[in-house]
């Protein structure tokens, strides 16, 4: 991967304890996992040498980070965050492959910005939206469909513009991910993308009921 995403809301929170040295240590490891999409070889030496690690302290700090944020899987250090990056990049990446062979990406139902991205005309590339949601917007609902960019795939939409929508209740970051990754399962990704546009514009007090409800997962009724 020549690039991955940087949630710095979740790395400031993850690593606020840091020093400056592990910082940069932290940096290269995830540099290192994702540049080879793999994990870490399960030897010290040689990821301090991926660190350019020499003096005591240096080295001190790279068996902190690894110990902290990597864990050994199959004989490799992989730290969870990036594996489920990777793993998202690989299924967009084979999205992209099938929509390909089809002759694109389907057609979007009406009513729904546009996801791909228009031609230059030598201007600043703006989403495709109305002016009610410009970033600038005090709106919640309406700064979140405007984090939804028009470019973004409909996993993008999920993990980035559904998750916000959902903590903005009230609910942990992993909750929503976790709820998010079961209506995925149940309704596929186009689908739930739509429910979560559909959800923005509504703004309804409980988004996770609303989208199991759009989505046709009603809590059924108990018979007493």
Not at 15 to 26: D, K, P, Q, W
Not at 69 to 98: I, Q, S, V
Request: hydrophobic share 35%; aromatic share 6%; with cysteine.
């Amino acid at each position: 991967m020549n690039y991955y995403r940087r949630y710095i809301g979740d790395y400031q929170r993850d690593t606020a304890h840091l020093s400056i040295m592990e910082h940069g240590v932290y940096a290269l490891l995830l540099d290192a996992i994702f540049a080879t999409e793999s994990g870490l070889c399960n030897d010290i030496k040689t990821i301090r040498r991926i660190c350019r690690a020499q003096t005591p302290a240096e080295c001190r700090a790279v068996d902190s980070v690894l110990a902290q944020f990597f864990t050994l899987e199959d004989g490799k250090y992989m730290n969870p965050r990036a594996k489920r990056e990777l793993e998202a990049g690989r299924e967009r990446a084979e999205t992209a492959r099938e929509n390909g062979a089809k002759g694109g990406r389907p057609k979007n139902p009406a009513g729904y910005p546009a996801r791909t991205r228009r031609k230059p005309n030598g201007q600043t590339l703006q989403p495709p939206v109305e002016s009610s949601l410009r970033s600038d917007s005090t709106d919640p609902a309406s700064s979140l469909r405007y984090e939804a960019a028009a470019d973004a795939a409909p996993d993008e939409i999920i993990w980035g513009a559904g998750v916000s929508l959902i903590t903005r209740s009230g609910v942990s970051e992993s909750s929503a991910r976790s709820f998010l990754g079961g209506l995925r399962k149940s309704g596929g990704d186009e689908k739930l993308a739509e429910a979560i546009w559909r959800c923005m514009a509504e703004k309804p007090v409980d988004p996770r009921s609303w989208l199991k409800a759009a989505m046709g997962q009603r809590r059924r009724k108990v018979v007493v």
